[in-house]
């Protein structure tokens, strides 16, 4: 394979454009061309990765294979590609300055002064170009987060300018996506908020190759010929990017405005002649024509805002048509969850999911739609804290171990079902050493886990730093809740059950970070089924 071309994907106007998505999107062509594309994304901010930010303020924290914390869209790259994404995928202001300043301290730069330009602008380019490198890939598409003209994204549009110049007109491609937003009381649509972004991008030296329109409404033929006027863009080289029913639909949008040709033509690319996407669209036609729908409740602490839920949310998309069901979410606030409420805030539950989190807040509401969905035999699947949960609520309500809890929330419980492993208790430092990434697990036999996984070694992907406390196992699995996930390594408990119950599982892994278009996750799979059981039976 000859060296990698680039793609760069830069973005105006505002942010929340869907970037992510259009690189996703793009990507998913070129493979479907036979051509091998990974996806980097690069954010400013200077957290060195987003496994400190809350929820709220970023969305989801997206755990790759290799125990990185990541930025959601790399999510959507390995939802749409189907391959895995490593720490490498993701670089931010704080890893690039991290390093920088490291390596001033070791004498690298000893007697220079280590200034923006060329210091950090280089060492973002050493980034740009370091999956390219490996030989793996044919393309190499980043995404540059955040919006043109914020100050903190300038050196990252420095490093594209000066990226563009190193490799040459053939090997590079910079896509800028803008809006075109539509004026109701002039039933217009307006260019000029993307004649303005992309002349920011010109004074930062950067002439985009193509740009991406989001709109609402379709850009007809004058619309397009003044943005490839005033920005210096060939016409045919200005998509339409029309707000789409769902994410998946997007390729095929991509495809339709020859994204993808654009993209070959630019970049001299070899590639086979149409594109193969027929698993894509055998998945477009089971999620558009469901035969059902089930109500699944998430029960959750940051439920006002989906995107913390984001490969959830996903997960249950890829699932539902898996089943040929529509998936519909009950957001449920844990916090607003009680004993005396919980029958109204969950009817009509075809499944319960409790989900992720940390802290104590909500926590006790969580418990309490652990026990609903426990007695009243409705589909139940709680993912790391959720599985937490599931074991507290059972060590309270059915071995009687009044207050049983997670040291994490309640230090002095009498009863530590769920408490920290031994190499977790010194630790000072919180940014990424909680036990993250890919851990085998071993699935027993005659279990609902084998059942779905049909397989008795698993590999799943983990971001927590409490553990089942195996002092009660022997309780536990007496009483009748089992463990069916084991790491064969150190012993911990992955998976629980309750077989007495019609599906009742809680993984102490994140299997939503695993599930794909091509591949949905089996327990989500297996869920999605139970509910839709359920449903019927009702
Ligand atoms: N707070 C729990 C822990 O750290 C669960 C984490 C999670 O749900 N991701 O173990």
Partial sequence: MGAAKYIFVTGGVTSSLGKGIISASLAKLLQARGLSVTIQKFDPYINVDPGTLNPYEHGECYVTTDGAETDLDLGHYERFLNIETTQANNVTTGRIYYDVISKEREGTYLGKTVQVVPHITDEIKNRFFRLGETGKYDVVITEIGGCIGDIESLPFVEAVRQAKWDLGEDNCAVIHLTLVPYLKAAGELKTKPTQHSVKQLLEAGVQPDILVCRTEHS???????????????????????????????????????KLDERIIEKLSLPYESEPKLDLWKDFLGRLKNPTDEVKISLVGKYVELHDAYKSIVESFIHAGAENEVKVKINWVSSEAVTPENVEQKLADSDGILVAPGFGERGLEGKIVAVNFARENKIPFFGICLGMQCAVMEFARNVLGMDGASS????????????????????????????????????????????????????????????????????????????????????????????????????????????????????????FIKAALDYHRSK
């Fill in 407 to 526: 040291t994490e929330m309640d230090s002095d419980t009498k009863y530590p079902v769920i408490d920290l492993m031994e190499d977790q208790k010194n630790l000072k430092q919180m940014g990424g050493t909680m036990r993250l990434g890919a851990y085998p697990c071993e699935v027993k036999e005659g279990t609902l886990a084998h059942q779905l996984y049909q397989a008795d070694l698993v590999s799943e992907r983990h971001r927590h730093r409490y553990e089942f406390n195996n002092k009660y196992l022997e309780d536990m699995e007496a009483a009748g809740m089992v463990a069916s996930g084991i790491n064969p390594g150190t012993g911990l408990v992955e998976i629980v059950e309750i077989p007495e119950h019609p599906f009742f599982i809680g993984t102490q892994f994140h299997p939503e970070l695993r599930s794909t278009v091509i591949n949905p996750q089996p327990v989500f799979v297996g």
């Fill in 219 to 257: 850009l007809p033929l004058e619309i397009r010929k003044k943005l490839a006027l005033f920005c210096n863009v060939k016409m045919n080289r200005i998509i339409e990017s029309i707000d789409a029913d769902t994410i998946y639909d997007v390729p095929l949008l991509m495809r339709k405005e």
